[in-house]
C-alpha cells in the first residue's frame, strides 16, 4: 500500500470518528459523546504531524489550527466530565457525601458552561467551514491515485487510554513540529510503501520517548509530563501502523505502551483536578470558600497519597516498556493499514 493511500485513510477515519459523535456531544447527556469527539479530533492532529514531511508546509496549516482550535474549545467540558465522573466520586464515598455537596454544586455549574462552548463551537460558522475545506482537502490527497479499498477499517478506540483527559497541554498530545520523517528522500515520497515510512516513524517516536524517560526514577513532574506527550506520539503511530505487523510482539508493545501511559495520564488528571479545586475556589463567594477548600483538601489528600502508592507501579512500568521489543523491525505486512 503506497504511503497516500494510507495517509488518506488515516485522516478520514479520524474524520469518522469525531462527526459520529457529534450529535451525542450536543446533547451532552453522555460525557462519552465530547470524549469520543475530542479523541477523533486529538488522532487527527496526531495524524497531521505524523504525516508532515510529506506535505507541503502551508498546505494543511488552516486545517491544523481549526482542528487544535475545536479541541480547545472542547477542554473544559471534558475536564469537568472527568473532575466529577471519576475523580470525585471515589472520595465523596469514601468520606461522606455531605460534605462535597457545595464542591459538586460549583463543579456542575462550571461543566454547563463547558458544554454550552461546545455546543457554540460545533454552531459555529468557523466549524462548518473547518469541515467543509478539510473534506475538499482529504479528497485532494487521494488524488491522483484512488484510495484502495483492501484492508480493514475501525472508528477509532473506544477509549484513547491515555489517561490524559484534562487538558494539561495543547490537546492534541502532539507539538505540531512534524519531526517523524524524512521529506525529501526514497523514504519520504507518498507513492513509496507506508511500511518504510511506518518503520522510520515508529523508530524515531520511540527513541524520542526513551532519550525524555532516561533516569525516570528521578525526573520531576514536569520532565514526566513530557515523557508522557512523547508516549502519546508514540501510541498514536503504533495503533495507526499496528495492523501492518501483525503479531505477539505487537501486541505486547502496545500493552506495555498503554500501561505506563495510563500511570502517567493519572498523574496528570490529578494535576489538572488540582487546578480546578483552586479555580472553584477562588472563583466562590465568601460564604462558600470555606467548604469548597474543606472538600478540596480532602480531594487533594486523597490524590497526593494515591500518587505515592502508585510510583512503584510506575518505575515497574517504565522499566518494562524500555525492554518491549521492537515490533517494527520484522517483516511487515503491506497490503493493510487501520487507523
Given at each position: 500500500m503506497a504511503t497516500r493511500t494510507a495517509m488518506t485513510r488515516i485522516f478520514t477515519t479520524c474524520m469518522e470518528h469525531w462527526t459520529a459523535n457529534e450529535a451525542a456531544a450536543m446533547d451532552g447527556g453522555d460525557p462519552e459523546g465530547v470524549h469520543q469527539l475530542r479523541v477523533g479530533l486529538r488522532r487527527f492532529r496526531s495524524a497531521l504531524t505524523l504525516f508532515a514531511p510529506l506535505l507541503p508546509p502551508e498546505q494543511p496549516a488552516s486545517i491544523k489550527e481549526d482542528a487544535r482550535w475545536a479541541v480547545q474549545e472542547l477542554?473544559?467540558?471534558?475536564?469537568?466530565?472527568?473532575?466529577?465522573g471519576e475523580m470525585v466520586p471515589p472520595v465523596s464515598a469514601a468520606r461522606?457525601?455531605?460534605?462535597?455537596?457545595?464542591?459538586?454544586?460549583?463543579?456542575?455549574?462550571?461543566?454547563?458552561?463547558?458544554?454550552d462552548g461546545v455546543g457554540a463551537m460545533l454552531r459555529s460558522e468557523r466549524y462548518g467551514a473547518f469541515m467543509a475545506r478539510l473534506r475538499v482537502w482529504l479528497t485532494e490527497q487521494a488524488a491522483p491515485h484512488e484510495v484502495e479499498s483492501d484492508g480493514p477499517k475501525n472508528d477509532g478506540p473506544k477509549n484513547d487510554g491515555s489517561g490524559d483527559d484534562g487538558s494539561g497541554d495543547d490537546g492534541s498530545g502532539d507539538d505540531g513540529s512534524g519531526d517523524d520523517g524524512p521529506a525529501n528522500d526514497a523514504h519520504g515520497s507518498l507513492d513509496a510503501p507506508v511500511t518504510v515510512y511506518a518503520q522510520t516513524t515508529l523508530a524515531k517516536r520511540h527513541k524520542k520517548a526513551l532519550k525524555r524517560g532516561k533516569g525516570f526514577d528521578t525526573l520531576t513532574s514536569e520532565q514526566r509530563h513530557r515523557v508522557r506527550i512523547a508516549l502519546k506520539k508514540l501510541r498514536?503511530?503504533?495503533?495507526?501502523?499496528?495492523?501492518?505487523?501483525?503479531?505477539?510482539?505487537?501486541?505486547?508493545?502496545?500493552?506495555?505502551?498503554?500501561?505506563l501511559q495510563d500511570d502517567l495520564g493519572h498523574l496528570n488528571d490529578v494535576a489538572v483536578a488540582d487546578r480546578l479545586l483552586r479555580e472553584l475556589i477562588a472563583a466562590s463567594s465568601d460564604g462558600h470558600k470555606v467548604d469548597l477548600a474543606l472538600a478540596a483538601g480532602q480531594v487533594q489528600g486523597w490524590y497526593a497519597r494515591g500518587v505515592t502508592i502508585l510510583e512503584p507501579d510506575t518505575r515497574r512500568d517504565w522499566s518494562s516498556f524500555r525492554k518491549s521489543k521492537r515490533f517494527w523491525t520484522k517483516r511487515a505486512d503491506p497490503s493493510v493499514v487501520e487507523s
Open positions: 477542554n473544559a467540558a471534558r475536564d469537568w466530565d472527568v473532575f466529577l461522606g457525601e455531605a460534605m462535597f455537596t457545595p464542591l459538586r454544586d460549583a463543579a456542575e455549574a462550571q461543566r454547563a458552561r463547558g458544554y498514536y503511530a503504533t495503533e495507526f501502523f499496528q495492523s501492518l505487523f501483525p503479531g505477539k510482539r505487537t501486541q505486547t508493545y502496545l500493552a506495555r505502551l498503554k500501561r
